[in-house]
């Protein structure tokens, strides 16, 4: 059945806009809560709108491994910075792009793609930032308090901010928003108690993160430690020999397999001994397949974009059918296409899950802890031989075969518990974390919803 409203002029002479999505009666319906409570638009609070710096004034080789953060879409997630695969900057490219450095407490937001809406705050350790051209900086000044920062990273996470984001966006191949959609956006009014709450929250759940963070590096450290890796030095080398013998057992003649950068970590831990191949410690090892997500599936479906941190999870669904592959509870799922091949997580908040044909399933046996592999295969150790073994250019691609060729090293049996002890605890300030958040929202979508005052 067809669903249409009507429009009035005024409305679109204000907002310039004469699609149907804007004027979409979820939209109004939403921001028409909104304004019960008393609203004023963004570009009312004083708050400063910026867009990062267009087209090609940074290059990819200007990027470091220290100076000013330097943030992508990839880096947002909600609420808060992630430093997984963070680049840098130096001074001098910052100073060139001075318009849009961003301060600790200042806002980022996503504006283009399929990840238009993504909101997180720069935290204390990002006192200064600049952004990639695809985000937009929401920069706040010395007279807004901190709890009315983290009210508006709050409300743009939630329901009602997520619409208004969202209502804005424009274009149909590649989505987008500019800095006068954001300045456009309403905010409510609410209480100085409910500000404080709502700051309390946010402020607990980055506790929160940074314990998950802390248990992660004592895990990795524990694990280099006993492996010697604390002390390792790899030499850096421009140009390096393979003898016929390695090129015959590898099956591969491409430069990149021999990188040194990829190959002495291997060299490194079969010297040690005490190791196994991955292949020893999998009871299977399965490739998935691709499934069309539905709004009534019966159950969860995943695929590389739900690897958060060191987990997995998504809250699409499918249908069961006997050509889907599911993974179970403590699996491990591994990206072997694209862009982050490599990217590994756990299942360690479902019972089971079917998953895309971009990951690989890894079920432990008896031999080892699947968290203790998580560990190892996040390392660098682990990473650098998943990296080694990649094969094509357009679209890399990780073979099953040679997954299973990763070299696996073992310590002690106490250790390796520990290790996994470590990783668990991680997992579970990461789950608290989103529960606070959650909280967060909820109570400002009560407030809009006048469930609460």
């Not at 149907?20 to 009312?44: C, H, P, W």
């Not at 191949?173 to 609410?190: F, H, R």
Request: some cysteine; proline content about 2%; glycine content about 6%.
């Amino acid at each position: 059945m067809a669903v249409w409203s009507e429009v009035k002029r005024i409305d679109v002479l204000e907002y310039n806009r004469l699609d149907s999505e804007f004027y979409r009666m979820d939209y109004i319906t939403a921001i028409n809560k909104v304004r019960l409570l008393g609203s004023k638009k963004i570009k009312q609070t004083g708050i400063h709108v910026v867009s990062g710096p267009f087209g090609s004034t940074l290059k990819s080789h200007s990027y470091l491994n220290e100076g000013i953060p330097f943030i992508r879409i990839l880096d947002l997630k909600t609420f808060f910075i992630s430093n997984e695969q963070l680049i840098y900057i130096s001074e001098e490219s910052n100073r060139r792009i001075r318009g849009s450095q961003l301060k600790a407490g200042d806002l980022v937001l996503s504006k283009v793609g399929n990840s238009i809406g993504l909101v997180s705050i720069l935290d204390d350790d990002y006192p200064i930032a600049n952004i990639s051209e695809n985000n937009i900086g929401i920069k706040f000044s010395e007279h807004h308090s901190d709890r009315f920062k983290k009210f508006i990273l709050t409300y743009l996470n939630s329901v009602y901010g997520q619409n208004e984001i969202l209502r804005r966006r424009s274009g149909n191949a590649q989505p987008k928003l500019n800095v006068s959609d954001i300045y456009d956006i309403e905010i409510p009014y609410v209480s100085d108690t409910n500000l404080t709450i709502i700051s309390e929250l946010v402020d607990n759940a980055g506790e929160k993160l940074k314990l998950s963070k802390s248990l992660y590096a004592q895990a990795q450290s524990i694990l280099e430690k006993e492996l010697g890796l604390d002390q390792l030095v790899l030499k850096k080398t421009k140009s390096y020999e393979v003898s016929f013998s390695e090129v015959v057992g590898s099956h591969r003649i491409d430069a990149l397999c021999f990188k040194p950068d990829y190959i002495d970590y291997e060299k490194y831990l079969r010297k040690r001994g005490n190791f196994d191949y991955l292949r020893d410690v999998l009871s299977s090892s399965i490739k998935g397949q691709q499934a069309k997500p539905v709004v009534d599936g019966n159950l969860e479906y995943v695929s590389i974009k739900d690897i958060q941190g060191l987990e997995i999870y998504s809250k699409e669904k499918c249908r069961l059918t006997s050509k889907l592959r599911v993974a179970q509870k403590d699996d491990l799922l591994l990206a072997i296409t694209g862009a982050t091949i490599g990217k590994i997580g756990a299942v360690s908040r479902s019972t089971k899950l079917a998953f895309s044909g971009d990951l690989l399933s890894l079920k432990t046996n008896a031999k080892i802890d699947p968290y203790y592999l998580l560990a190892v295969m996040s390392n660098s150790i682990g990473q650098s031989q998943c990296h080694r073994w990649i094969t094509g250019t357009t679209n890399g691609h990780l073979s099953p075969s040679d997954v299973n060729k990763i070299v696996i090293p073992r310590v002690s049996a106490e250790t390796e518990k520990k290790i996994s002890q470590l990783m668990q605890l991680s997992i579970a300030k990461g789950l608290e974390m989103e529960q606070i958040l959650e909280q967060a929202k909820e109570r400002v979508e009560n407030l809009i919803e006048g469930v609460i005052e």
